[in-house]
C-alpha cells in the first residue's frame, strides 16, 4: 500500500510540474510577422560619389501588402551610405519601412569600383546574418550598381525577379560559372574565381562575360566567349553547351559562323614544376560534339569539318589563356595543384610574379561528330 501512495504522489508531482513548465513555455514573444518587415530582394553596393572612403547601398524593398488576397507585385528603391558596408546596411535600416530582413535576398550585386576596392567586408555582412539564403547570387555590374536596382522593371518583371531568371539560364547555358554565397566562402591562394558580368544596355540588362577576382578584388575581364572557353578548359560547363565559331575559312573563303553543341569531354590536366620555378602545365580537352548549321559545311566531310574545329578552338582557347596570364588571373587553379604537388616550390616562388611566366600547352580535340548532320 505504501509503495502505490509513493507511486502516486511522484506522477502528481510530475504532471505538477510539467503544467508549470508548459506555463512559462506557452506565448510567441519572439514571433516576426512578415507584415512588420522591409524584404529588400536586391541589394547593390558602389562607392560613394562624393567620399571613396564610404560605401553606397541600394536595395529594392518589397512594396507589397502582404495583408491582399490577390496583391500586385512592386517595389521601391532605398540607397544610404556609410562608413562600410556593414554601416551602410544598418543605415538603410534605420530608413526602412519595417525591420529589415535579408531572408530574402536573390542578388548580391557590386559596382565595377567597389568591386575593385575588394567584396568579402560586404559579403561578411551577410555570412553573419543566419537568415540569408546560401544561394543569394553575386554579380558585378558595369558602371554603379544603383543604376540596375533602378530599373525597377524589365517588362511586366521586378528587375529582382528578371535577374533571377537571366543568372539561372546563363549558368544552364555555361555562360557564367555558379557563383553563390556558398561557392565563395574562402579565399583560395592557389585558385582565383570569377563571376557574372553584367551591362545595362538601352535600359535591357546583357551579361557581358566574367568579373575576374583575386583574393577578393576584381582584377579584370573575360568577354562572354571568353569565359565560355574559360569554363570549358576548366571542366565547369553544365549540361548545356552552345557555342558558336566566327569567321572560319575554308579553300580561303569565309564561310557561316559554326555552331556546335557539346555532347561529352575529356579532360587530361597535368602542372609539373621545375626546381628553378618554372611551371609547365598542359591541358588537352577531347570533345565529341553535335554540328548544328551544316550550311557551309555539308561538302568539306568530317575529317575536315573536325580538323577545322579542333584548328579554330585550340587557336582560342590559347588566347583566352594568355589573356588570363596578363590579367594575372590563375583560374584553372594552377597554384592548386603545386600546393599539392610541389610544395617546396611552391612555398619559395612569388605565384604573383610567376603564374604570368608559365608555359601553357593546350589543345581542344574533336575526335567525333555524333549524327543529326550528313556530310
Not at 358 to 363: E, L
Request: glycine share 6%; hydrophobic share 40%; aromatic share 8%.
Amino acid at each position: 500500500m505504501k509503495r502505490t501512495t509513493s507511486w502516486y504522489i511522484l506522477i502528481r508531482m510530475r504532471v505538477l510540474v510539467a503544467c508549470c513548465m508548459l506555463l512559462l513555455l506557452t506565448g510567441c514573444w519572439d514571433q516576426k510577422l512578415l507584415r512588420d518587415r522591409a524584404i529588400p530582394y536586391l541589394i547593390a553596393f558602389d562607392v560613394e560619389k562624393e567620399d571613396e572612403r564610404k560605401v553606397h547601398v541600394a536595395a529594392t524593398l518589397s512594396d507589397t501588402p502582404l495583408t491582399e488576397k490577390d496583391p500586385k507585385e512592386s517595389n521601391v528603391v532605398s540607397t544610404a551610405s556609410g562608413k562600410s558596408a556593414f554601416d551602410a546596411i544598418e543605415q538603410l535600416k534605420d530608413k526602412s519601412p519595417g525591420y529589415l530582413s535579408l531572408s530574402r535576398i536573390r542578388g548580391i550585386l557590386f559596382g565595377e569600383d567597389m568591386a575593385r576596392k575588394g567584396i568579402n567586408e560586404a559579403l561578411d555582412t551577410f555570412y553573419w546574418d543566419p537568415t540569408v539564403s546560401i544561394n543569394s547570387r553575386i554579380s558585378v555590374i558595369r558602371g554603379r550598381g544603383e543604376d540596375f536596382i533602378r530599373l525597377q522593371k524589365i517588362g511586366s518583371q521586378l528587375i529582382s525577379q528578371y535577374y533571377e531568371k537571366l543568372i539561372d539560364n546563363a549558368e544552364k547555358n555555361t555562360v557564367v560559372p555558379p557563383t553563390h554565397l556558398q561557392t565563395k566562402t574562402i579565399v583560395d591562394p592557389g585558385e582565383d574565381f570569377g563571376v557574372p558580368l553584367l551591362s545595362i544596355q538601352d535600359d535591357q540588362i546583357v551579361i557581358d562575360g566574367l568579373a575576374l577576382f583575386k583574393d577578393e578584388k576584381m582584377i579584370g575581364t573575360l568577354k562572354k566567349e571568353e569565359g565560355m572557353l574559360y569554363l570549358l578548359m576548366k571542366d565547369a560547363f553544365s549540361n548545356d553547351f552552345r557555342y558558336t565559331l566566327n569567321n572560319n575559312e575554308t579553300d580561303g573563303k569565309l564561310v557561316s559562323p559554326l555552331s556546335f553543341e557539346l555532347i561529352k569531354s575529356k579532360r587530361k590536366y597535368k602542372v609539373k614544376a621545375e626546381d628553378s620555378g618554372q611551371v609547365n602545365v598542359t591541358l588537352t580537352m577531347h570533345l565529341k560534339v553535335e554540328i548544328l548549321n551544316e550550311e557551309g559545311y555539308i561538302s568539306m566531310g568530317e575529317e575536315n569539318v573536325k580538323k577545322m574545329l579542333t584548328q579554330e578552338l585550340t587557336k582560342e582557347a590559347r588566347k583566352v589563356i594568355k589573356k588570363m596570364q596578363k590579367q594575372n588571373f590563375d583560374g584553372l587553379a594552377v597554384g592548386r595543384r603545386l600546393i599539392a604537388y610541389y610544395p617546396k616550390v611552391w612555398k619559395k616562388i612569388d605565384w604573383n610574379e610567376q603564374y604570368p611566366k608559365a608555359k601553357f600547352d593546350i589543345h581542344i580535340v574533336v575526335d567525333k561528330l555524333v549524327s543529326g548532320i550528313h556530310l
